[in-house]
């Protein structure tokens, strides 16, 4: 049954992204064809209500068989429950696990072992920080650019453009390239410690050694349910008092101006 289940699935998925692809093809040519209808030869009212109207007109049909789709799928979905996956493993979490069942102190070649892992524990850490560091120096150079007026003179917009994605493509390519070496080299450092981790675990247990005390952490101010009370107070009465000063500067006002203006130019009702 479960089976059976799981190609009715299959083949509805299958046969529901086809409809959906085909009525985004379709929305788009109507939008084409809005775009290129001009009853009166003026072109401001391509976009009337009439136009927009009949071009969307034809999509109806389409748009409701799509809902009946889209409510079969919902049933069968209760219908069919998909089977609970796996979770994914973190090897990161896993290895910390391992860590915390570790005594603290080992001898012989377990101890070398032990330090051979706290070493490659560092040098991740290290790459990471590094890694985190040059992110910030790109970020950097990245602004300073940006907001120095000279790099974008008033009369060659073009140039300009073409001058700062030159000047960020390397950048951000470079930057690229390390976290992806820096990501490389952690998942294979990851494989090898927690190959050492059960090492480790498996000598402990023949030496009858215990894993250290774990030590209660409290939690730190930020993380205490004060601390969130009073900075959920804190933005409440910011914007509390941002609404206030809207409402006495005739911010409303104008936010509601523009809000009618791009709707109505948007959608041709203006």
């Known amino acids: 049954m479960a089976e059976k289940g799981k190609k009715i699935r299959l083949v509805y998925s299958i046969v529901f992204s086809v409809c959906t692809v085909a009525l985004g093809a379709l929305f788009l ?51 069919f429950p998909a089977q609970e ?104 450092a990851l494989k090898k410690e927690l190959d050492l981790a059960k090492v480790l675990a498996a000598g402990a247990a023949k030496q009858g050694l215990k894993p250290a005390e774990s030590k209660e952490k409290k939690p730190r101010f930020w993380q205490t349910e004060r601390f969130l009370f009073w900075v959920r107070i804190a933005v409440g009465a910011a914007a509390v008092a941002m609404l206030i000063v809207g409402l006495f500067n005739g911010g409303v006002i104008d936010v509601l101006n523009k809000a009618i203006a791009i709707c109505t130019e948007c959608i041709g009702l203006g």
């Not at 973190?90 to 005594?103: C, F, G, S, V």
């Not at 012989?108 to 560092?122: D, N, T, Y």
């Not at 000279?150 to 917009?157: R, V």
């Open 29 to 79: 040519t109507r939008l084409w064809g809005v775009y290129l209808s001009n009853l009166t030869g003026v072109e401001s009212d391509t976009y009337s209500r009439e136009i927009v109207g009949e071009q969307l007109a034809f999509l109806l049909p389409f748009c409701l068989v799509w809902l009946v789709l889209a409510i079969g799928a919902f049933a069968l979905s209760i219908a």
């Open 85 to 188: 996956k796996l979770q994914y493993r973190d090897d990161r979490l896993t290895l910390k696990r391992l860590q915390k069942r570790l005594p603290e102190n080992f001898g012989g070649e377990l101890g070398a072992e032990r330090e051979k892992l706290q070493s490659s524990v560092r040098l991740r850490m290290i790459l990471r920080l590094t890694l985190l560091g040059l992110s910030a120096v790109c970020l950097i150079l990245l602004l300073v650019y940006l907001f120095t007026p000279a790099n974008f003179p008033k009369g060659d917009i073009n140039g300009a453009v073409i001058s700062a994605v030159a000047y960020a493509l390397p950048l951000c390519i470079g930057l690229f390239l390390v976290a992806v070496g820096v990501e490389v080299f952690e998942r294979t």
